[in-house]
């Protein structure tokens, strides 16, 4: 059966025309938000636009499954094509897309320097979210986790974040649509797949979405190693939290500090002064997973 559909697949790709060469354009990613009710997202300039290459096992596969996801193009090297797992050999008929490459063909589609461990796809960019949609499908007093990135720039950074998150049911992933990268392969690909489960929303403005959240029930906690309180102390007893969390180099804005009702720590030796913030993002939503 495996060989039969490798077969197939193949035969299917030495017929098929190849494609019109087009120039990649990179995405925008997930939605954004003005936060007052009935917004509309507003347009950006600066902000990519289009498809995006994504690639890398985990990122390639996970757009693979997801239905949201339209997919333009699919290539995978010869030798990867022969050694895929079954579950793999299936995503990759089911697309209709496939397309055998020499590894030639990844240094001319992709960003120098990429991982693409001989898999690439080309998808349309993810439905937009509003902040309204993430609220407006909780229930009166349900528990939620969202977290809010002041100014995190590093695509590792966020793609580990967004990875976290789905390890510990963040529900999204809210960034100022300015100063946060967009989601692009190497983002995707530091995310390991989570890009396509956990919502990514960008807003217009950071302050008056900390405000509309509130009004909403959450209760804004910012990650600040000269807290008072740790973040497990932070956290117990409460039902809807939105973890804050500052950029690389400074920590949260004074603004942006300001607009939280509380400040968190983790625990730490002092003779560590900080941790990446995506390492310190993980912690902070193992502890807001596992709140009583």
Same mark, same amino acid.
């Given at each position: 059966?495996?060989?039969?559909? #490798?077969?197939?697949?193949? &035969?299917? #790709?030495?017929?098929?025309? $190849?494609?019109?060469?087009?120039?990649?354009?990179?995405?925008?990613?997930?939605?954004?938000?003005?936060?007052?009710?009935?917004?509309?997202?507003?347009?950006?300039?600066?902000?990519?636009?289009?498809?995006?290459?994504?690639?890398?096992?985990?990122?390639?596969?996970?757009?693979?499954?997801?239905?949201?996801?339209?997919?333009?193009?699919?290539?995978?090297?010869?030798?990867?094509? /022969?050694?895929?797992?079954? &579950?793999?050999?299936?995503?990759?008929?089911?697309?209709?897309?496939? +397309?055998?490459?020499?590894?030639?063909?990844?240094?001319?589609?992709? $960003?120098?320097? /990429?991982?693409?461990?001989?898999?690439?796809?080309?998808?349309?960019?993810?439905?937009?979210?509003?902040?309204?949609?993430?609220?407006?499908?909780?229930?009166?007093?349900?528990?939620?986790?969202?977290?809010?990135?002041?100014?995190?720039?590093?695509?590792?950074? =966020?793609?580990?974040?967004?990875?976290?998150?789905?390890?510990?049911?963040?529900?999204?992933?809210?960034?100022?649509?300015?100063?946060?990268?967009?989601?692009?392969?190497?983002?995707?690909?530091?995310?390991?797949?989570?890009?396509?489960?956990? $919502? =990514?929303?960008?807003?217009?403005?950071?302050?008056?979405?900390?405000?509309?959240?509130? +009004?909403?029930?959450?209760?804004?906690?910012?990650?600040?190693?000269?807290?008072?309180?740790?973040? +497990?102390?932070?956290?117990?007893?409460?039902?809807?939290?939105?973890?804050?969390?500052?950029?690389?180099?400074?920590?949260?804005?004074?603004?942006?500090?300001?607009?939280?009702?509380?400040?968190?720590?983790?625990?730490?030796?002092?003779?560590? &002064?900080?941790?990446?913030?995506?390492? /310190?993002?993980?912690?902070?939503?193992?502890?807001?997973?596992?709140?009583?």
């Amino acid at each position: 059966m495996l060989r039969e559909a #490798m077969r197939n697949i193949s &035969e299917a #790709m030495s017929t098929r025309k $190849p494609p019109k060469r087009q120039k990649s354009k990179s995405f925008s990613g997930a939605g954004k938000t003005a936060v007052s009710k009935g917004s509309r997202p507003r347009k950006d300039a600066s902000r990519p636009s289009g498809d995006n290459w994504l690639y890398g096992d985990h990122a390639v596969f996970a757009v693979l499954k997801n239905p949201s996801r339209k997919i333009r193009r699919l290539v995978i090297g010869h030798n990867k094509l /022969a050694n895929l797992s079954p &579950e793999e050999l299936g995503l990759v008929q089911k697309s209709g897309l496939a +397309e055998s490459v020499d590894g030639e063909i990844f240094e001319q589609l992709l $960003p120098e320097g /990429a991982v693409h461990q001989s898999i690439a796809v080309q998808a349309a960019p993810l439905p937009d979210l509003a902040v309204e949609d993430i609220v407006r499908k909780l229930e009166e007093g349900e528990r939620c986790a969202l977290a809010v990135l002041d100014q995190v720039t590093d695509p590792h950074n =966020v793609g580990a974040i967004l990875r976290s998150a789905a390890a510990f049911d963040i529900d999204a992933v809210i960034v100022p649509d300015r100063h946060s990268p967009p989601l692009t392969g190497v983002l995707a690909r530091a995310a390991s797949g989570a890009v396509e489960s956990v $919502p =990514v929303v960008r807003v217009n403005n950071l302050s008056r979405t900390l405000d509309y959240l509130a +009004e909403n029930g959450f209760w804004r906690i910012g990650m600040d190693g000269r807290a008072d309180k740790s973040m +497990e102390e932070a956290v117990t007893g409460l039902g809807r939290i939105v973890v804050v969390l500052g950029s690389e180099g400074k920590g949260l804005r004074r603004l942006t500090a300001e607009k939280c009702d509380l400040l968190a720590k983790l625990p730490m030796n002092p003779r560590i &002064e900080s941790l990446n913030v995506s390492n /310190a993002a993980a912690i902070a939503f193992y502890e807001v997973a596992k709140r009583t």
